[in-house]
């Protein structure tokens, strides 16, 4: 079966390899460049799986469900399937017939008492009960997709409804209906870690304690690009092919491989062309995916979906959603003693990939942050939801643990009357620490705290404050600043595996499992090779998105391609330069010892005996009598495996401006300096620094199902954003870099809160919680009790 076909401009994900072009860009330039991808994607030469078309191909369409949870009677397809061009429509039953299975988590472990998270796998299509509205309970085959659409409507649902709990304080009440059998109170997932002995000594002893109580709302990601897919079936060879908009292959191929189909994961490729964004959520291995695929093989045809954007709110994987609830114990100095968090996660109505992960570990691994904290110790609860399912989102439970922290300490301080920059600065872990041994288990390999906070002092003007704030008085409006001290674990899975290929045309590939949806790797990874072997990036091709083509591997999360990805890709280049070395020394018939590298050319020394390296490796495998080992010339695979996470951290500074005749929030200042350790590319990482709220009803009815319902910031919403950089390089890892992608929101978040508390402060208000909408804080400076001019 032929594969997809490849798309009209040179700069992206080419099916099955992609050339760089020739481009201005400077490699390791401390003033950056322009992205290689920006002008072929801004000018519509990119091409995403809905630009793509396969000969014969049918459309699909899916129902789903309008219930929260109930048992289904019965699904009646019949005037569907009379519908004029439908070729198919099939449900959850009939996938039942035909073995198919459901997809598995990718990661458990044991939480308290040794018990592993609960068994809720997500079946491609509702079988015998449907959990949450927007669940698929049939997928509706035809010759268009205007066909598919108008005959999906005319599927009905019969089912006995159940009592829905579509938040998390709902579904852990007591007397909540369990939305699995399996899980008793609707408890997935019971976890502990830390010191609590340790934690409430601290307490007991402490001279002040800082509690807080916050929700962390549910969040939509809103990718630019929908989801959508193509299915196929090869009947000759007895493979299954999907084209889909991912985050990494290998994880969705081996989640539907062995989990939904029960084959090799060979029989199955999966291919990932451009992907207008994914923030975690499409890491995920949809059961449309998995129906689509099963509709391919009955119809034998090719069959593509494209989700509608309320498609998108209702069954994409959410992010958050969770209540935090902490405390944090001072001695009479402001030094702090321990820390303890709680925190209750509504993972939805069925267990996602890295559900277990980042509603744990992630936020665990945070706590410490950049603070010398002697004592900590966290409770997790995951709870069961009627809700979509909850999936990894930029920071995948990295933010939840700052956000409480720097409330905490922002609390302390006003209960204290001690200055937060103050309070903060006393309890910075020194530099001269490290390495730093955290209680809550990393070790930290470098950092520069205080020097962080004092740049993002000066970088926002923090003396100037109170000018500023004076003439926002004087103008009606309510002026406050905050700020944000961050420390977050990067790296996830921590072993990486690459490959470099040498052609006879005088080019190389890398072949990797990372997989771009914005982050700039055509950017990145082609001048980290170059650089390395001495070549001109014109040279280099980045082969990704083809599970036929790349090594298995992670998918792109935890901020970790070029921390893994481009460590690996540096070894690979140093085997590789080896490898050249002995094969240069069989051309030249030269001792080993006496062929040097330097600048892409292998050379005889003292003599003008050389060649070029990418000419080397076009001449080696048609060289006589070359060892066994070095069949393949200069190719060479590696695999980077890190000792431990790497440590990004920063201090984020916001500044807000509140009309309170309206409620409404203008942020008006936004610095940020971050550590990412040694910078690769300078454009690329300021381009990661960067009130919303998914709402469901008691019904489990979906309130925010478009963008009129669910805002999203908006171009005139931003400042002027004021960026530097203190890079202390990583210690862990060849490169020197530490992850980038979610510093954004990791110093956003809770310097933002702080600074719309701030402004509210001399109101009288002290707590508010997300989201911070015009209503919302309107409606906290009338509450009784606050202060207001002129009564």
């Known amino acids: 079966m032929a594969g997809p076909p490849p798309p009209a401009g040179s700069h992206g994900l080419v099916f099955p390899e992609l050339t760089v072009p020739e481009s201005s860009l400077r490699f390791g330039s401390a003033a950056g460049g322009r992205r290689s991808e920006d002008g072929p994607l801004l000018t519509g030469r990119g091409r995403f799986t809905d630009d ?245 093989r009955r119809v034998g045809r090719p069959v593509k979906w494209r989700a509608t954007r309320v498609e998108s709110f209702l069954a994409d994987t959410h992010g958050r959603d969770g209540m935090l609830e902490g405390e944090l114990a001072l001695d009479a100095t402001g030094r702090f003693l321990g820390l303890r968090m709680r925190t209750r996660v509504g993972i939805g109505a ?89 209680p809550n288990g990393p070790t930290y390999d470098s950092g520069e705290f205080e020097t962080i906070l004092d740049q993002a002092l000066a970088l926002a003007d923090w003396q100037g404050f109170r000018q500023r704030r004076a003439a926002s008085e004087r103008a009606g409006r309510l002026r406050g600043i905050g700020l944000a001290c961050f420390l977050e674990v990067a790296g996830g899975i921590l072993d990486e595996v690459v490959e470099l290929r040498f052609a006879d045309d005088g080019t190389v590939a890398l072949h990797t499992g990372a997989q771009p949806m914005g982050q700039g790797h055509l950017s990145t990874f082609p001048f980290l090779i170059a650089a390395r072997l001495g070549v001109d990036p014109g040279a280099v091709r980045l082969v990704q998105g083809d599970s036929d083509l790349v090594p298995a591997g992670t998918p792109s999360v935890a901020s970790r391609s070029m921390m893994m990805a481009g460590s690996a890709a540096s070894m690979a280049c140093d085997t590789s330069i080896e490898n050249g070395r002995r094969v240069a020394a069989h051309y030249f018939e030269a001792a080993l010892p006496d062929v040097e590298f330097a600048a892409g050319r292998f050379r005889v020394k003292g003599t003008d005996r050389a060649i070029g390296l990418l000419d080397l490796a076009a001449r080696a495998r048609a060289l006589p009598n070359l060892p ?92 002027a954003l004021r960026v530097g950089h203190h890079g202390v390089p990583c210690t862990t890892n060849p490169l020197g870099v530490k992850g980038a992608g979610e510093s954004g929101v990791a110093g956003a978040l809770p310097s933002a809160v702080n600074a719309v508390l701030d402004a509210l402060a001399g109101r009288g208000v002290r707590e508010l919680d997300m989201p911070m909408s015009p209503a919302r804080v309107w409606t906290a400076l009338h509450a009784p009790g606050v202060s207001r001019p002129g009564h």
């Not at 069949?631 to 431990?644: N, R, W």
């Open 52 to 296: 793509l078309d396969m000969p014969g191909q049918v459309h699909a369409a899916f129902a789903r469900s309008t219930a929260a949870h109930g048992i289904i009677r019965s699904v009646d397809t019949r005037r569907a399937r009379a519908m004029p061009g439908v070729l198919a429509v099939l449900t959850g039953r009939d996938a039942v017939a035909a073995g198919l299975g459901a997809i598995p988590p990718a990661a458990s472990f044991p939480g308290r008492g040794g018990k592993l998270l609960a068994v809720a796998p997500i079946p491609p299509l509702a079988v015998d009960r449907v959990r949450y509205v927007g669940e698929s309970i049939a997928i509706v085959v035809a010759e268009s997709q205007a066909q598919a659409v108008d005959a999906a409507a005319l599927v009905s649902l019969d089912l006995d409804p159940l009592p829905a709990a579509a938040d998390v304080d709902r579904a852990l009440a007591a007397a909540a209906h369990p939305i699995w059998p399996e899980a008793p109170g609707n408890v997935a997932f019971d976890w502990t870690d830390g010191d609590a002995a340790a934690v409430d000594a601290a307490i007991r002893g402490a001279a002040h304690v800082a509690r807080v109580r916050l929700h962390d709302t549910r969040l939509a990601p809103s990718a630019l690009e929908p989801r959508a897919a193509i299915g196929q079936w090869d009947e000759a060879a007895q493979r299954y092919t999907l084209t889909a908009s991912t985050q990494g292959v290998a994880v969705v191929r081996r989640l539907l491989a062995e989990g939904v189909f029960k084959i090799p994961p060979q029989q199955l490729r999966v291919v990932t062309p451009d992907v207008g964004g994914g923030f975690g959520m499409k890491v995920q291995a949809y059961p449309e995916y998995a129906a689509l695929l099963f509709a391919a």
């Open 350 to 438: 069925y267990v996602t990939a890295f559900a277990a992960v980042f509603g744990t570990n992630n936020t665990k691994n945070c706590l410490s942050s950049v603070y010398r904290i002697p004592a900590i110790t966290i409770d997790v609860t995951l709870a069961f939801t009627n809700a979509a399912p909850l999936g990894p989102y930029r920071g995948a439970g990295r933010p939840e643990a700052l956000y409480l922290i720097e409330r905490l300490i922002d609390q302390a301080a006003a209960a204290t009357g001690l200055d937060r920059v103050a309070l903060r600065r006393l309890n910075l872990i020194p530099a001269a620490a490290m390495p730093y041994r955290t």
């Open 628 to 719: 066994p080992d070095l069949a393949g010339g200069l190719d060479s695979t590696a695999k980077f495996v890190s000792p431990q996470m790497s440590f990004p951290n920063g201090c984020h500074v916001t500044e807000v401006e509140i009309d309170p005749e309206t409620g409404a929030v203008a942020v008006v200042g936004y610095a940020a300096v971050d550590d990412v350790g040694r910078i690769v590319h300078e454009t690329i990482v300021e381009g990661q620094m960067l009130g919303e709220h998914v709402v469901y009803d008691e019904h489990g009815q979906l309130l925010t199902a478009s963008f009129m319902d669910y805002m999203l910031p908006r171009a005139d919403d931003l400042p």
